[in-house]
Structures are given as C-alpha cells and as structure tokens.
C-alpha cells in the first residue's frame, strides 16, 4: 500500500494576521515575519520556506485564522494566486448578527446669524456647572 504523502502549509498572505503563533509551532524553523507590510491588510505576514518542512502539519494547528494556514491542495488548487476561499473552504463560519437596515435620520442644519455665517458651536462641556459655579462663589466670600 503507497503511502500518502502529507501535505505542507500554504498561505495566503491576505488571511495572516501576523500573530506568530505558527512561528512559534515550527521546530523547522520554516516560517518567519515578512519584512513588508501587506497593503491589503495593513499587517504583516509571515513567509514560508518550506525547504526543511517535514509536513508535521503543527503550524496550521497553531493557527486561529479560518483562512490562514491551510494544507497545500492536490489537483487543481495546487498552483492558485487568489480563489475565493469560501469556494475552498466553504463558508467561513461567524456568529456576528445578520445586518439591519439603518433608518434614514435627518439632521437639522446648524444655526446661521443674519449674515448667513454659521454660529459657533457651543460646547457645553466647558459651561460651568450650577454647583461649580456655587462652590467658587462660596471659596470667593470665605474670609481671608
Ligand atoms: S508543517 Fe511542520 S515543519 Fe512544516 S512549516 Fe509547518 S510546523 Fe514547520
Ligand atoms: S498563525 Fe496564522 S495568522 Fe498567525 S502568523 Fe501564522 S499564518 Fe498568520
């Protein structure tokens, strides 16, 4: 009986989120942080050097990402550059809630003085507060 070669990790850049953990789970030393950050993302992968990779299979374990390290497929899928991944995976699960329509909200426009200019905003954070404004007139009549 021949046996069944194990597959070796592929990535998609665009699915790592840089966490290093597959790093940490690789005794072969076979991946690394990129030194460039990915544009899509903003973050900073790792890259593979599958040179010394035994196919031990304990980076994909290590990592969370649904998307992120995968085995490598047979077949067709050996060579892509970017699939939609829930055509390989299937549907990435999630427990976010289904999205609701936001009702349309009108605004008033903001006051304008006889010139058509736009009042100031007034901030109401820095307005003194009735017992502030107590307490500082009560400081001022204490005798000296
Ligand atoms: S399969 Fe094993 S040896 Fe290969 S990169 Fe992953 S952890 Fe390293
Ligand atoms: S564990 Fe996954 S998400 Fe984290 S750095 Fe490795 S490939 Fe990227």
């Given at each position: ?21 597959c790093?940490d ?53 050996q ?5 939609d991944?829930?055509?390989l995976f ?7 809630p ?5 009702p ?6 903001p006051?304008?003085?006889?010139d ?26 204490a005798?000296?």
């Amino acid at each position: 009986m021949a046996l069944k070669e194990r597959p070796k990790p592929f990535l998609l850049p665009e699915y790592c989120k840089g966490c290093g953990r597959c790093i940490d789970a690789c005794a072969k030393d076979c991946i690394s942080l990129s030194d460039q950050v990915n544009s899509l993302t903003g973050l900073v992968p790792v890259v593979l050097d599958l040179t010394n990779c035994n196919a031990c299979g304990l980076c994909m374990d290590a990592c969370p990402e649904p998307y992120g390290l995968r085995p490598a497929q047979e077949g067709p899928h050996q060579k892509f550059e970017l699939e939609d991944p829930a055509k390989l995976f299937g549907v990435r699960p999630s427990d976010a809630p289904d999205p609701v329509d936001v009702p349309a909200q009108v605004l008033p426009l903001p006051a304008t003085d006889g010139d058509g200019r736009q009042e100031p905003p007034v901030d109401r954070r820095l307005e003194p507060s009735g017992e502030a404004i107590s307490a500082v007139s009560a400081v001022s009549a204490a005798p000296q």
